[in-house]
């Protein structure tokens, strides 16, 4: 199969650092997104990544190895609306649809 | 610059109803894909449609799930005689081609069966 892994839950407080890890299965890769989805809410994009390497993008990094199988999405400076679903989800061979992981929830605290 | 449109974006309906999403992509993008959301859970892709064609429906129930995607109009997901698992929230994306980064999702339609 083509399991996608990240944690269920995190919680951090307001102002912090957060790191959301993801792994995946590497054969056929071809491409990594992130998306945040608050509830009720259609996902958001936040990042793309098919190159190793890491991609800044204002408070919002995303990193990315495709050897290893895995991605980080990093969230600094964190405010309360950045509770949310954080979404990893990879686009295998041809392309087309995406394989999602579960979603972890982030809950920051004041 | 109109997004990805869904509607409805609330549907009930009652058990051994037909229910129909549709999905409008945003203007220029001719690839089309369904998702459904369980309570609690991630997106699960269902099927991913070019104007007229299934590309991949390796998603889709076997069964009283349906879509197509006309030359002209939105995309439609048809679930006939619907039962209360099918309760989910459906989101359709749609993008340029099969490699494009700029995949935009809809707000999406929230099926409640009764």
């Known amino acids: 199969g083509q399991n996608i892994d990240q944690p269920t839950e995190m919680t951090a407080t307001e102002g912090a650092i957060v790191q959301i890890n993801c792994t995946y299965q590497?054969?056929?890769?071809?491409?990594l997104f992130w998306y945040q989805q608050h509830a009720g809410e259609a996902p958001t994009f936040l990042s793309y990544?098919?190159?190793?390497g890491l991609e800044e993008k204002g408070r919002f990094s995303s990193f990315l190895s495709r050897s290893k199988g895995y991605s980080y999405l990093l969230l600094k400076e964190l405010q309360m609306k950045d509770s949310a679903s954080y979404l990893c989800?990879?686009?295998?061979?041809?392309?087309?649809?995406?394989?999602f992981g579960q979603g972890t929830e982030l809950s920051v605290k004041p | 610059n109109a997004g990805v449109m869904q509607n409805p974006r609330h549907l009930v309906r009652r058990r051994g109803q037909e229910a129909r999403l549709r999905c409008s992509p945003m203007k220029g993008h001719s690839h089309v894909y369904w998702y459904r959301q369980l309570p609690e859970e991630g997106l699960k892709f269902m099927v991913y449609l070019q104007k007229e064609n299934i590309i991949d429906e390796s998603g889709m129930p076997k069964e009283r799930f349906s879509a197509e995607f006309p030359k002209e109009g939105p995309s439609i997901l048809r679930i006939q005689q619907v039962v209360r698992g099918d309760s989910a929230a459906y989101f359709c994306a749609s993008s340029l081609n099969r490699q494009d980064a700029g995949y935009t999702f809809g707000s999406g339609t929230r099926l409640t069966v009764v």
């Open positions: 990544n098919v190159l190793d």
């Open positions: 590497t054969s056929g890769f071809n491409g």
């Open positions: 989800a990879v686009i295998y061979n041809q392309g087309g649809k995406l394989i």
